[in-house]
């Protein structure tokens, strides 16, 4: 598959709930550097998105920039809404994955809440 087709699937099925397919587009070794702790491998990544959807509300990511591809590696920036204690929450982020046999295998995160 190729990488911009993959981070698209990444953000528009994967992150938009779609937990099922995780297995399709994370490897078995996947390591996902969150900010304060390491993700491994497809069912924990599934795990979190799903913990995620389960804090906010009608929960939506879009790509906002890219996919940028080089070589191995997959860039993208993405905009996140969704509804908590019955306000609106908007937030940025920028991920950076690496891509091994089609899958990703390694992934960054930097997010923010906008005010």
């Known amino acids: 598959m190729d990488p911009r087709d993959l981070y698209r699937r990444w953000i528009d099925e994967l992150w938009n709930g779609d937990l099922d397919v995780a297995p399709e587009l994370v490897?078995?070794?996947f390591v996902g550097h969150w900010p304060d702790h390491d993700v491994h491998g497809p069912d924990e990544v599934a795990r979190i998105i799903g913990e995620t959807h389960g804090m906010l509300d009608a929960l939506s990511f879009v790509v906002e920039v890219g996919p940028l591809v080089d070589g191995?590696?997959?860039a993208g920036r993405?905009?996140?809404r969704g509804v908590?204690?019955?306000n609106p929450v908007t937030f940025i982020?920028?991920?950076l994955l690496r891509v091994a046999d089609g899958r990703f295998v390694e992934?960054?995160?930097a997010s923010l809440p906008l005010p």
């Open 27 to 29: 490897a078995a070794d």
């Open 72 to 74: 191995e590696l997959v």
């Open 78 to 80: 993405w905009r996140g």
């Open 84 to 86: 908590q204690d019955g």
């Open 93 to 95: 982020g920028n991920d």
């Open 107 to 109: 992934y960054w995160v």
